[in-house]
């Protein structure tokens, strides 16, 4: 349809300003970090800042144990983005392609889970976990990752679609069901792996109720916890600073800044496939 | 002729079915169980029937908890299941500039939640924050966002907008590409308006995805933990303390394992009661259009 001059202006006009309203908030947080603590707290807010300094994000880094915690997330986030890459990838192709008695019911009763969110199992898992001395540990926070719904949703609907055909040729030439996952199904697999692998690390990376209620100790931590517990309001007090506090969540949100970058084009197509459901 | 896989399938599935039944499945049974449990840390679990519902029933936080809960819904999924329609179909048009919109839609979905929180917490400073100031210039007077109980809740349902309106979007976006091309044409020739093309085709086509990001969006919403728990703890007073909220507190703080998991207990039911509804409501409306 064709649109009139003015109706295009009013669209772009829109457009702006909800580009605006998504990033300012954003930009706002790096500007403040980058000020001196007297600069933040000004009247009028500065949006250009007359002094740059990288003093708070010194601070963080000095008188913290920031580099524990972040090692503590990347350890955290990327063991269980392992964990799921091979069992999820494994146990959906079980369940797509090969025939066995029950597989309906058992994908069903995985993907029900979806519906189940972490907040309404939470306490189980706490006594479980506590059972199996898995609490204050890393093995605590990456295990229960791995039993990730979402994955197994993505990864089921992309090996179905795949052509019968090219495992019946590999069956015939004599190949094992092994080799045919491996040297076949997987080389094929490249953009639904790729979706898997940028969604679940980045919701390793945030992930925040799990890992607060299983690690107590500070050098535990991971990077969400640690900077929620010293600088939410929860710790409010006199003392605190804005600027300290703004300088470990810039650096915080970063690395998956990074990878949504990196690999936008299989995130949208990920958020867009997860939610098309039958 | 094909054979029966059994055997392989259970080598390919075995990892993933082990830690999926100790972490997951178990857990999500096992709640059930320990409601009905009289279990603080450290004490013996002892069985006491449906005791922790009882004194659900004649806790009034409790109330306080699930009134906050369905406020918090009312406040966020209809403006996000709207606006995110609304920002989609622009997004369908041929604009320059949709592709950086579209990147920077999402940015706010892929923040840490819990450091949205800390965001906003600047952001809604009673004293310096961007919105009092922007409001002062405008001729108003501060609002203490975080530290009123009239404006605490609509507080957090802005940053919970902020947070999914993109992912909403994107959702929506799928739906209206899947939307073939020809069916527009036709419309065109017949001499449809925008209007008429929009409310007879467009979003009976889209109902499904309307549907499917509705039933989403709610159960995002109901589940928040990360930004309440960073922004106001439940307070001031119990102006934000929503079920999963109430649930942390007695569960991580009272340590009363057994009533948290009543709680949970509701909050399940509660989910599957309004996923039902907002289907039904739903799939009425399909019947009279």
Known sequence: MKQPRWLKAVLYLVVIMACLFFILPVVWTVISSLKPEADIQSYPPAWIPRELTLSNYRTVLTKFPYFTWMANSLIVAVAGTLGILIASTM???????????????????????????????VIPLYLMAGKMDLLNTLQGLILPS????????????????????????????GA???????????????????????????????????????????????????????????NQNASFQYGTALAACCMAVLPTLVVYFALQRYFVAGIASSGIKG | MRRNQWKIAMVFLLPYLLIFSIFRFIPSVGGLVVSFFKWSLGGDPKFVGIDNYVNLAQDGSFYTSIRNTLSFFVLTV?????????????????????????????IPYVLIPSIVG???????????????????????????????????LIAVSIVVVWTYIGYDMILFLAGLQGIPKETYEA?????????????????????PVTMMVSTLTLVNVVQ???????????????????????????????????????????????LMVLITVQNRIGNRERKVA
Do not use: C
């Open chain 1, 146 to 173: 791995v039993a990730n719904v979402t994955s197994i949703f993505i990864l089921h609907a992309f090996f179905r679609e795949l052509p019968m055909e090219l495992e019946e040729a590999a069956r015939i030439d």
């Open chain 2, 118 to 152: 800390i965001m906003w917490n600047w952001m809604f400073d009673n004293n310096f924050g961007l919105l009092n100031y922007y409001i002062k210039k405008l001729g108003g007077s501060p609002v203490f966002w975080l530290t009123d109980e009239r404006f605490a």
């Open chain 1, 176 to 234: 094992g069901e092994f080799r045919i996952f491996w040297q076949i199904m997987l080389p094929l697999s490249g953009p639904a792996l790729s979706t898997v692998t940028i969604l679940t690390f980045i919701a390793n990376w945030n992930a925040f109720l799990w890992p607060m209620i299983a690690v107590r100790q500070d050098i535990m931590k991971t990077l969400p916890v640690a900077i929620s517990q010293y600088w939410g309001s929860v």
């Open chain 2, 224 to 270: 928040l933990f990360d930004q309440i728990y960073v922004m106001t703890n439940g307070g001031p007073g119990t102006s934000t303390l929503t079920m999963v909220q109430y649930m942390y507190t007695s569960a991580f703080t009272n340590y009363e394992l057994g009533y948290g998991s009543a709680i949970e207990v509701v909050i399940l039911v509660l």
């Open chain 2, 78 to 106: 209809p403006v996000l299941v709207v606006a995110s329609l609304l920002l989609a179909m622009l997004l369908n048009q041929k604009l320059a500039g949709r592709k950086v919109m579209r990147t920077i839609s999402i």
């Open chain 2, 187 to 207: 419309a065109e020739v017949d001499g449809a308006s925008t209007f008429q093309v929009f409310w007879h085709i467009t979003l009976p086509l889209l109902k």
């Open chain 1, 91 to 121: 146990a959906a192709y079980a369940m797509a392609r090969f025939r066995f008695r029950g597989r309906r019911l058992l994908y069903q009763t995985i993907i029900v889970m979806l519906l189940v969110p972490m907040q309404a199992y």
